[in-house]
């Protein structure tokens, strides 16, 4: 090194003067003040994704009122929506093509409840997607933690659910199922499906910022899921002489969410087991694609 190279960093401090109020190091005195691009500790991010729960909260409930707002029935198309989804699927695949249910003998109760259950994932899984490109304005100009926004999304679907579940319930007492205790497992299977819809929209919404083309062959994606996921016929009576294909389509995550939700609702029965296997399922995907969605953090401001 020469002469002039060595004696860069003292003449330097010379001749720019420093403010007494600034310090060599801003970020010992003004916690706050962190550098762009560097994810910082993770018991800190969730103190910020704390910090932001009016606005993970009070987002999709205004999108929500807004929502219909300039239609005929306003926002009674959160109770119609569902109702007319579970209809139609009812009157195409029940009705007009008359497959065959199975051994299912409540079958509108069959279909509605599998249509509700999978309809939330699809849903989520959806808005995930756009999430990010959608909020580019906000994500540029705002410092915020980005996981907020799936939250926020998942909170708007989590609210269009619980009413869905409400018109599920109203179909399946009009159907000649009585309620049950059982029925309180709608709690823990929320929860559980809220979970696992959240870690799989993180996963989304950072492989749809990469790849934009993601929203396009989403649907088709979800449309074979929906099929494979013995919503609108039991994998049981389906695959009874093939039990490999059985076996792999059961272990579907979806459909043990679904599976745990007909015999709550519809027969009253608790299968602790499976509860566990879709509890196991939520976890591991909501720490992963949480993980997967924040090392990624710095660069959603590129958008």
Not at 135 to 162: G, M, T
């Amino acid at each position: 090194m020469s002469t002039v190279e060595a004696a860069t960093p003292e003449l330097d401090a010379e001749l720019v003067p420093r403010r007494p109020d600034i310090p060599a190091d801003p970020s010992a005195t003004w916690p706050s003040l962190r550098r762009i691009g560097v994810r910082g500790a993770l018991s800190q991010y969730l103190k910020d994704l704390w910090r932001w729960r009016n606005f993970m909260i009070t987002v999709p409930l205004n999108d929500m009122r807004a929502q219909n707002q300039d239609t005929f029935f306003g926002q009674l198309w959160h109770l119609l929506n569902p109702l007319m989804l579970a209809l139609i699927y009812y009157v195409i695949f029940g009705v007009i093509l008359g497959i065959s249910r199975g051994g299912v003998e409540n079958y509108p109760a069959f279909l509605i409840v599998g249509v509700i259950t999978f309809n939330y994932t699809r849903t989520s899984l959806r808005s995930g997607a756009r999430i990010i490109v959608r909020n580019r304005k906000l994500v540029q100009s705002v410092n915020f933690p980005r996981a907020a926004l799936p939250i926020s999304a998942l909170l708007e679907n989590i609210v269009s659910h619980v009413i869905a579940i409400g018109i599920m319930w109203l179909v399946l007492i009009a159907t000649g199922i009585s309620p049950s205790p059982a029925w309180l497992l709608v709690v823990p299977i929320l929860i559980i499906q809220s979970l696992f819809n959240l870690g799989l929209a993180m996963f989304v919404a950072r492989f749809a910022f990469h790849f934009r083309d993601t929203q396009q062959f989403l649907p088709y994606v979800l449309r074979i899921w929906f099929y494979v996921s013995g919503v609108l016929i039991p994998i049981e009576a389906r695959f009874v002489t093939m039990p490999s294909a059985r076996a792999v389509l059961q272990a579907n995550p979806i459909y043990v969410i679904i599976d745990v939700s007909r015999d709550a609702f519809m027969y009253g029965v608790v299968d602790t087991q499976q509860l566990f296997v879709a509890a196991a399922w939520a976890v591991g995907l909501f720490v992963g694609g949480f993980l997967y969605f924040r090392r990624a953090e710095h660069e959603y401001g590129l958008v």
